[in-house]
């Protein structure tokens, strides 16, 4: 069993930065893959970047890349998301999530999800 706290949302003006924490539970946090997902009003949730367990594997969605960094660190059974040059297209609820190391970008692949956190980008 994993448990997920998310921290770090806020309200930032675009061109600005947050860094977001997922806090983990159990001691076998190293095991998983970690994801990160957010979720518009209206819309589907969607992939954003996730790590493999190994912590060398990082994938992100194309709307990210160069702007976001994925980043985990065992020690403190914590994985970040970084996020820079924020746009207004990012607003959203934002989740991390806990999951065997496969298929990375699948919403169904994950196991264990925190409860949210709400990033929300000013234009």
């Known amino acids: 069993q994993v448990q997920l706290v998310e921290s770090g949302g806020g309200l930032v003006q675009a061109g600005g930065s947050l860094r977001l924490s997922c806090a983990a539970s159990?001691?076998?946090?190293?095991?998983?893959?970690m994801g990160w997902f957010r979720q518009a009003p209206g819309k589907e949730r969607e992939f954003v970047a996730a790590m493999g367990w190994r912590a060398g594997s990082t994938y992100y969605t194309d709307s990210v890349k160069g702007r976001f960094t994925i980043a985990r660190d065992n020690t403190k059974n914590t994985v970040y998301l970084q996020m820079s040059r924020l746009k207004p297209e990012d607003t959203a609820v934002y989740y991390c999530?806990?999951?065997?190391?496969?298929?990375?970008?699948?919403?169904?692949?994950?196991?264990?999800w925190g409860q949210g956190t709400q990033v929300t980008v000013s234009s």
């Open positions: 999530a806990a999951g065997p190391d496969s298929q990375l970008r699948a919403v169904t692949e994950y196991d264990y």
């Open positions: 159990g001691r076998t946090f190293s095991m998983y893959a």
